[in-house]
């Protein structure tokens, strides 16, 4: 899979995809996509990458508490 670093524009493949799903990684191994030789990997923030489309990367795979408010509301009901 590849994503675009937000602040170079330049494409990075994503070496583990699942740290990348990860909610609770907040840093993934990348590869700058760059020449005809592999890069070494290097550790990016979720937060400068997005999609080539330059959408944003699904909350569920950026904040561990994207469920938080839905969880406390279903505690809520069945306690009244």
């Known amino acids: ?13 994503v ?3 699942q740290d990348l799903m ?4 907040e ?5 700058l996509h760059y020449g005809e030789e592999a890069q070494d990997p290097e550790t990016v923030d979720k ?3 997005q999609f ?10 950026t904040d561990p508490h994207y469920r938080d408010e839905e969880v406390e ?5 069945r306690s009244t």
């Open 73 to 77: 509301a279903v505690h809520h009901d």
């Open 52 to 61: 080539p489309s330059g959408e944003a990367l699904p909350r569920a795979w």
């Open 22 to 25: 990860n909610p609770m990684h």
């Open 1 to 13: 899979m590849f994503l675009k670093h937000t602040s170079t524009g330049k494409l990075m493949q």
């Open 15 to 17: 070496v583990e995809p």
């Open 27 to 31: 840093q993934v191994a990348m590869r």
């Open 47 to 49: 937060q400068e990458l």
